[in-house]
Structure formats: structure tokens, C-alpha cells
């Protein structure tokens, strides 16, 4: 069992930066390939971003790619994502989601812990 607390989330003018963090306790961290996902309201919750447990596989959705980055401090039990560039169709409740395993997957239904989500609104 994994509990999942991201933070770093507000309101922010396009163009501008924020760094989302999620914050892991329970069991090994450095044991899951850990992601981002994004939902905003009225679609379908979307993957955003995603990386193995030594931070050498990353994947991105073509829509962040070249503005976000994913990291991960295992001493620490952190995921980050840093995004920049942001645009107001990025405007969405992001949550941190773990899996358990090596492979990093895109999929949501394959992410076995979730975090309560945290709001990015970005202005335009």
C-alpha cells in the first residue's frame, strides 16, 4: 500500500511555470513506475506524464511534450512535474498515481494507487 499527497497546484497566467509534487509514503517508493494524470472538467481523465523507478524510461502525451518534465527523488519519496509554457487548455485537477512494476504504462486502469488530485488553472 502506497499513499499519494500532491501539491504545488494554483493559478497561474499562460506562459507561466508551476512545479507540481507528490509526496509518497507506505511501501518502497523506488519500487513503482510512478505518473501524472490530468482531468479537467467535463472530459475524460487523460495521462499526462510517466517514469520508471530509476527515472531512466520517461513518456510524455504529445501535448506536454517539450514543456513538461518528469523526476523522481527516491531518497526523498518525491515525483515531480515541472511545466512550463503553460496554456489555459492545461487547466485541469492533476493527480499523482503509482503502478506496481517496471514498465512504464499510459494507461490509468494500470496505475494501482491515486492521490486526491491537486488544481492547476492556468489564465489566459
Known amino acids: 500500500q502506497v499513499q499519494l499527497v500532491e501539491s504545488g497546484g494554483g493559478l497561474v497566467q499562460a506562459g507561466g511555470s508551476l512545479r507540481l509534487s507528490c509526496a509518497a509514503s507506505g511501501r518502497t517508493f523506488s519500487s513503482y513506475v510512478m505518473g501524472w494524470f490530468r482531468q479537467a472538467p467535463g472530459k475524460e481523465r487523460e495521462f499526462v506524464a510517466a517514469?520508471?523507478?530509476?527515472?531512466?524510461?520517461?513518456k510524455y502525451a504529445n501535448s506536454v511534450k517539450g514543456r513538461f518534465t518528469i523526476s523522481r527523488d527516491n531518497a526523498k519519496n518525491l515525483l515531480y512535474l515541472q511545466m512550463n509554457s503553460l496554456k489555459p487548455e492545461d487547466t485541469a485537477v492533476y493527480y499523482c498515481?503509482?503502478?506496481?512494476?517496471?514498465?512504464?504504462?499510459?494507461?490509468?486502469?494500470?496505475?494501482?494507487?491515486w492521490g486526491q488530485g491537486t488544481q492547476v488553472t492556468v489564465s489566459s
Open positions: 498515481a503509482a503502478r506496481v512494476g517496471n514498465i512504464v504504462i499510459i494507461t490509468g486502469e494500470h496505475y494501482n494507487y
Open positions: 517514469i520508471n523507478y530509476i527515472g531512466g524510461s520517461t
